[in-house]
C-alpha cells in the first residue's frame, strides 16, 4: 500500500512556481469560444448519467425515474421508473452503463428499496426503449441505519478493466455533539453518531469505495488488488477505499485505471483540541487504500478520540498505524495506513489551493480528459486540456481544471470558465466527440426549475454575431420619434459589424382584414419594407399612425448575421399606472386586508385624478367604464433566494426579443403566455405548430402585430421556449378587485406579496388596446432568514427546531443576507433569532449597500448550541428611504462557523 504520490510540502512549491504561469493558457484556448447549450430542462433532482455508444444519454433522478435524452433535440423521455425511498437523502444515486452496453443493453443501478434498510445494485436490460424491470439481477446489497441521516453518498462508475466501482457513505450523523468534528460517539445507544462502525470499520461496506466484477450470469466476482484479502477474514473483499466520509461522485481515468472522487468533509469551522476544522477532499487512489476517516482528514490531520462521557481527549493517532477500538467495530483493530487527500481545502479561503476560494463545501470529481489530434470533430476541447481532471462544487457553483503532469501528479489548478454560471454541478462526462456534459441540480437540495443538462462545445471557426435592438418610445402618439440603438449587439470574434434597420408594415388592405381568429394557414399578408438606416443608432419618425415592425441585421465581415425586432405601435399612448397606497416596501399583516388606492392616466382615455381633469383641460375625466378595466391583483410572492433564478425556458426567452410583445399573464403588444397556453391547452399539435411560427415567423394569427422569423435560434431552443409559454398558468386563487380604490384579503399564510395593477385602454382606429402595468410588493414583518432575496457564504440547512423547519448555517465572515426594497420609515429595529457553538462575532446591518451606511449591530452571543435559538434585537438609525438591508456576519480572526439564524422580525 502506497503513500500519496507526492508529500505535501513538495506540492505547494509545485503549485507556487506553476502560478507563474497560471494565465498562460489564454494564449492556448480563447474562453470565449466555450459556448452553453441547453440539452434538456425537463430533469426533477437529476443525480448521475451515462453516454451510450450511440450518443443518448441516460440520467437518473432521485426519485426513481431513469430518463434517455437525445442530445440532438434535448427530448427527457422516461423509460424506466423504480419504487425507491427518498428518506435520509436516499433513491435512485447510481448509473453505469456496462462497457459493452451497444452489444448486452445492460444499465447498473444503485437505488434505496422501500423494504431494504440499505442499498441495492442490480443489473436491468434495456430492451425496446425501456427498462425492463422484471430483467432485475441484484449483484449486491449492503445495510444501513435509517434511525439518523445522513451520507448515503451513491455513485457507480466502471474502469477500464470493466470493474465496477460503488460509493457509499458512512452513514453517520454529523450533528449534536460531535459539534462538526469527527462523530466518534461510544456511548450506549449512540452507534449512528460513531463513524467508527462504517467508514473506519472494515468489515462494513459503509464509508466505501467497493470494486467487484460483474459476471454475464448477474453474479459478481472479486478482482485482484483490492484492500483485503479475498477470504475476508480481515475486512471485506468488496472494499477497494474505505476511510471516505461521503465520497458522492466518483471517476475513473480510463487510461490509467486511477480512481477519483470528491469526499464531502465535517463542519467544524476552525482547529481547536476535538482536532481540525472540516475539510472537503479530492482524492486520487492508484491503488486500494485506507483514506483515513473518522481519524484524519486532508494532509492526515488527525481527530483525536473523545470520550462522550466524561469530554476526555486522547492523543491523536499515528496516520501509519491506525487502530480503531471502538465498541461498534466488527472489523479489525489494527487499520491499514492512511493516505492524505489530493486536494484539500475548508470553508475559508486555503493558501495552498486559492483557486478553490471560500464558502459551502461539496467536493465532487469529474472525468479526465485526453485530447485527440486525430478526432474529427468541431467540438472538442483544446489540447490545452490534455490529461486534465475536471473536479468540481455542488455548493460553490464551480468547475475546476486539474492538470495532471505525464504520472498522474498535480502540474496547476485552473478555474474553468469563471464567467460562465454553473448552478450546482452534479454530475460531468465527456462524449466520443470530445464535448463536456454537465448536469446541473438547481439551487436547493430539493426540486428545481432551474435544474438541467448542458453541453459545453469548443466552437471553432466564424461564430455568428448577437444582434440586440433597444428602443425609447416605441408606443404613442403621432408624430412619433423613436430612437433605435443597436450598439448593444457583439460579435464573438470581435468582427466589425455592419447594421440595417428596417421598418416593415403589412400593406393597408391585409391589415383590415387580419383578426385575432384568421386561419394561421391562410395567405399570409403582404409586408411592406422600408430601409431606414444602416447606421447603429438612428432616430426615426412616423408620421401615420399604424403598427409597425422594426427589424434590425447585423452582419459580420464573411456574411454571417442575426436578426432581432421589436414592435412600433403609432397613434395610441400606453396608460399610465401609479399605486398611490401602499407604498412599494411597506408591511402587512397576515389575515388583513389592505387598502389600495390607485392613479390612471390615459392621454385617449383621460385620468382618474379630479384635480387634474377640473385644472387642465387637455384632461377629461376618466369615463365610468373605466374601473371595469383596471384589475388589481395580490400575488404571493416566494421570496427564497433559490426561487430567484428562471427556468431554461424563460432564460432563453430573455435572450430574444418575445419580452418586447409579451408578459406572463397580462397582453402588452401581443398575448400574454397565460392567454396562449389557455387556447392551447387541448391541442398538443400546437407545440410543433408554435415552434415552427416562431421559427418561420407568422401574422394575423393573434391580431394585427406581426411575429418576425426567429431563425438565429435553433429548433431546440425554441421548442423549450414554447414549452415555458405552454406550461403558463393564470392563478386563479389570487384574489383580485376593480375600481380606483378598494381593498383586497390577505390570507394568514402569506408572508409576501406583490400588488399588481393592470389597466387596459381603448385603442385608437387599427392600433391597438394597450396595457398600463404596475406593481409594488409587501413583505409581513415576520420573516424567515431563508425567505432573504439574496445570501452569500451561509446555506439553508434543515432543523425541526426552527420557525419554518430551515435556517441559514455555515456561515462565514462577510456572509450576508439581503432583504431587498423595504420603506425603512416603517422600520425601527430588528429582532433575529440566533445560535452559536462556534466562534460568534458581529452582526451588523448596513442599508443598500455591504458597505453602506451602519444602520445598527450586535455581538453574536455563543450559547453553545447550534439549534438552541434565542432572539436579539438591535435598534436601528432612522431612515425614510425606500433601499436594501444587508444583515452581515463579521469575524475578523475566525473566519468560519460564526452562527446561525433562523428568523428576522422587521419591528415598527
Known amino acids: 500500500m502506497s503513500k500519496h504520490s507526492f508529500p505535501s510540502l513538495h506540492l505547494a512549491t509545485l503549485l507556487v512556481l506553476s502560478s507563474v504561469g497560471s494565465t498562460a493558457w489564454c494564449a492556448e484556448v480563447d474562453p470565449t469560444r466555450f459556448e452553453k447549450t441547453i ?28 430518463k434517455r435524452i437525445d442530445p440532438n433535440i434535448g427530448v427527457a423521455e422516461v423509460v424506466g421508473k423504480l419504487t425507491v425511498t427518498t428518506e435520509q437523502e436516499n433513491g435512485l444515486i447510481g448509473l453505469a452503463l456496462d462497457p459493452n452496453f451497444a452489444e448486452n443493453g445492460w444499465i447498473y443501478l444503485q ?109 459478481y466476482s472479486i478482482p485482484d488488488g483490492n484492500l483485503f484479502p479475498k477470504d475476508g477474514q480481515i475486512g471485506y473483499p468488496e472494499i477497494y477505499v474505505m476511510g471516505c466520509r461521503n465520497p458522492w461522485r466518483i471517476n475513473l481515468d480510463q487510461r490509467t485505471g486511477y480512481l477519483y472522487w470528491g469526499d464531502v468533509g465535517p463542519d ?100 479526465v480528459y485526453y485530447f485527440d489530434n486525430t478526432l474529427e470533430s468541431p467540438h472538442k476541447f483544446p489540447a490545452h486540456y490534455d490529461s486534465t481532471l475536471f473536479a468540481f462544487e455542488w455548493s460553490r ?23 460562465m454560471q454553473f448552478t450546482r454541478p452534479i454530475d460531468i462526462q465527456f462524449d466520443a466527440r470530445g464535448a463536456m456534459y454537465v448536469i446541473e441540480y438547481g439551487e436547493t437540495w430539493g426540486v428545481n426549475p432551474d435544474a438541467q443538462l448542458v453541453r459545453i462545445d469548443y466552437v471553432r471557426g466564424n461564430r455568428r454575431p448577437t444582434a440586440i435592438a433597444t428602443a425609447v418610445g416605441n408606443v404613442g402618439r403621432e408624430p412619433l420619434e423613436v430612437q433605435l440603438s443597436g450598439r448593444e449587439s457583439s460579435d464573438k470574434d470581435g468582427d466589425p459589424l455592419t447594421y440595417q434597420w428596417t421598418a416593415i408594415r403589412a400593406s393597408a388592405a391585409a391589415s383590415s382584414t387580419a383578426t385575432s381568429d384568421a386561419d394561421p394557414a391562410a395567405t399570409p399578408p403582404t409586408l411592406e419594407r422600408t430601409l431606414l438606416s444602416t447606421e447603429a443608432e438612428y432616430t426615426a419618425t412616423f408620421e401615420e399612425p399604424g403598427i409597425y415592425t422594426l427589424e434590425l441585421q447585423v452582419t459580420d465581415p464573411s456574411g454571417a448575421n442575426s436578426v432581432t425586432s421589436l414592435p412600433v405601435l403609432v397613434g395610441n399612448s400606453r396608460p399610465e399606472v401609479e ?37 387642465d383641460e387637455n384632461w377629461e375625466f376618466i369615463d365610468s367604464s373605466a374601473p371595469s378595466r383596471l384589475t388589481v391583483e395580490a400575488v404571493p410572492v416566494d421570496h427564497s433566494a433559490e426561487a430567484s433564478n428562471d427556468p431554461p425556458g424563460l432564460a432563453l426567452i430573455r435572450q430574444t426579443d418575445c419580452l418586447n410583445c409579451h408578459a406572463y399573464n397580462r397582453p402588452l403588444v401581443g398575448p400574454s403566455f397565460v392567454q396562449i397556453a389557455t387556447k392551447y391547452q387541448d391541442q398538443p399539435h400546437q407545440m410543433e405548430v408554435s415552434v415552427k411560427r416562431v421559427i418561420e415567423g407568422s401574422t394575423g394569427v393573434w391580431g394585427k402585430v406581426a411575429m418576425l422569423p426567429h431563425s438565429q435560434h435553433t429548433p431546440e431552443q425554441v421548442q423549450q421556449m414554447v414549452e415555458y409559454v405552454f406550461s403558463a398558468t393564470a392563478d386563479n386563487s389570487n384574489p383580485s378587485a376593480q375600481g380606483f380604490t378598494n381593498e383586497l384579503p390577505i390570507a394568514e399564510e402569506v408572508q409576501a406579496v406583490r400588488f399588481e395593477a393592470n389597466f387596459t385602454d381603448l385603442g385608437r382606429g387599427d392600433v391597438p388596446k394597450l396595457s398600463g402595468f404596475q406593481s409594488v410588493t409587501l413583505r409581513s414583518r415576520q420573516q424567515q432568514a431563508e425567505w432573504a432575496d439574496e445570501y452569500q457564504r451561509m446555506q439553508p440547512l434543515n432543523s425541526d427546531k426552527a420557525q419554518g423547519k430551515v435556517f441559514m448555517g455555515g456561515i462565514e465572515h462577510g456572509g450576508y443576507l439581503r432583504f431587498k426594497n423595504l420603506d425603512l420609515s416603517q422600520i425601527s429595529a430588528l429582532k433575529v433569532r440566533l445560535a452559536s457553538a462556534g466562534a460568534g462575532g458581529m452582526l451588523e446591518v448596513h442599508q443598500s449597500s455591504l458597505d453602506g451606511p451602519l444602520l445598527g449591530s450586535i455581538a453574536i452571543e455563543v450559547n453553545g448550541e447550534w439549534e438552541a435559538f434565542y432572539e436579539k434585537t438591535i435598534a436601528l438609525e432612522k431612515a425614510d428611504e425606500l433601499a436594501d438591508l444587508f444583515l452581515v456576519f463579521k469575524n475578523e480572526k475566525n473566519r468560519g462557523g460564526l452562527a446561525n439564524i433562523d428568523a428576522v422580525e422587521f419591528l415598527k
Open 39 to 66: 440539452v434538456s430542462a425537463d430533469l426533477v433532482q437529476p443525480m448521475e448519467f451515462d453516454i451510450a455508444p450511440d450518443g443518448h444519454l441516460f440520467l437518473i433522478e432521485l426519485g426513481g425515474n431513469l
Open 111 to 219: 437505488y434505496s428499496p422501500p423494504d431494504f434498510p440499505g442499498q441495492h445494485i442490480s443489473r436491468f436490460n434495456f430492451r425496446d426503449g425501456q427498462l425492463d424491470l422484471a430483467s432485475e439481477k441484484r449483484l449486491f446489497r449492503y445495510q444501513e441505519q435509517r434511525r439518523e441521516c445522513c451520507h448515503h453518498a451513491g455513485s457507480l462508475e466502471f474502469g477500464p478493466d470493466g470493474n465496477l466501482y460503488i460509493g457509499t457513505g458512512d452513514n453517520t450523523n454529523p450533528f449534536n455533539d460531535s459539534a462538526g468534528f469527527a462523530p466518534l460517539d461510544q456511548r450506549p445507544d449512540r452507534e449512528p453518531w460513531d463513524a467508527q462502525r462504517s467508514a473506519g470499520n472494515t468489515k462494513s461496506y459503509n464509508g466505501k469505495i467497493l470494486r467487484i466484477r460483474p459476471e454475464a450470469d448477474g453474479s
Open 268 to 367: 467544524a469551522g476552525q482547529d481547536n483540541e476535538r482536532g481540525p476544522r472540516g475539510y472537503d477532499e479530492v482524492n486520487q487512489a492508484r491503488s486500494a487504500g485506507n483514506f483515513g476517516w473518522p481519524y484524519f482528514i486532508g494532509n492526515n490531520f488527525a481527530y483525536p478520540l473523545v470520550d462522550f462521557a466524561s469530554g476526555k481527549i486522547s492523543p491523536p493517532q499515528d496516520p501509519a498505524s491506525p487502530e480503531n477500538h471502538s465498541v461498534n467495530n466488527t472489523g479489525a483493530n489494527l487499520l491499514p495506513p492512511a493516505q492524505p487527500a489530493m486536494i484539500y481545502y475548508p470553508a475559508a479561503a486555503t493558501d495552498l489551493f486559492p483557486e478553490v476560494g471560500s464558502g459551502g463545501r461539496t467536493a465532487c470529481a469529474g472525468p
Open 397 to 419: 457553483n464551480w468547475i475546476m481544471a486539474v492538470h495532471l503532469d505525464a504520472d498522474s501528479k498535480i502540474q496547476r489548478l485552473e478555474r474553468f470558465l469563471p464567467e
Open 579 to 615: 399605486f398611490l397606497e401602499p407604498r412599494d416596501g411597506a408591511f402587512f399583516t397576515p389575515g388583513q386586508a389592505v387598502r389600495y388606492r390607485m392613479l390612471v392616466r390615459d392621454l385617449e382615455d383621460g385620468t382618474s385624478d379630479f384635480d387634474q381633469a377640473d385644472e
